[in-house]
Nanobody, 119 residues
Framework: QVQLVESGGGLVQAGGSLRLSCAAS????????MGWYRQAPGKQRELVAR???????NYADSVKGRFTISRANAQNTVYLQMNSLKPEDTAVYYC?????????????WGQGTQVTVSS
């Protein structure tokens, strides 16, 4: 059973920073792309940032220059460093990963972590 567990969310004032972590566990053979999505109340889930196994990244325009995605392959972990946070960044943030485990290849999601930015 593969699991993704996020941590690092919380309440922060505008202009502040948070670092999200997401660790994958289970009988994992390999992990391809990993990423972060977010969903604000009343809005659709949107891609925040994505990173491939080779380190290629892409970001939503709204977070470019403020957020940085990185990964530690040996620890099956992906991070999201969020700086200069704005109230509009308030959302539940979800980790996702494309994982090969037990001869199957699937897209997995974490349970989400709340990020609240106060003005």
């Amino acid at each position: 059973q593969v699991q993704l567990v996020e941590s690092g969310g919380g309440l922060v004032q505008a202009g502040g920073s948070l670092r999200l972590s997401c660790a994958a566990s289970g009988r994992i053979f390999s992990i391809d792309a990993m990423g972060w999505y977010r969903q604000a109340p009343g809005k659709q889930r949107e891609l925040v940032a994505r990173i491939t196994s080779s380190g290629t990244t892409n970001y939503a325009d709204s977070v470019k220059g403020r957020f940085t995605i990185s990964r530690a392959n040996a620890q099956n972990t992906v991070y999201l460093q969020m700086n200069s946070l704005k109230p509009e960044d308030t959302a539940v943030y979800y980790c996702t990963a494309d994982i090969e485990a037990l001869a199957t290849y699937n897209n997995y999601w974490g349970q989400g972590t709340q990020v609240t930015v106060s003005s």
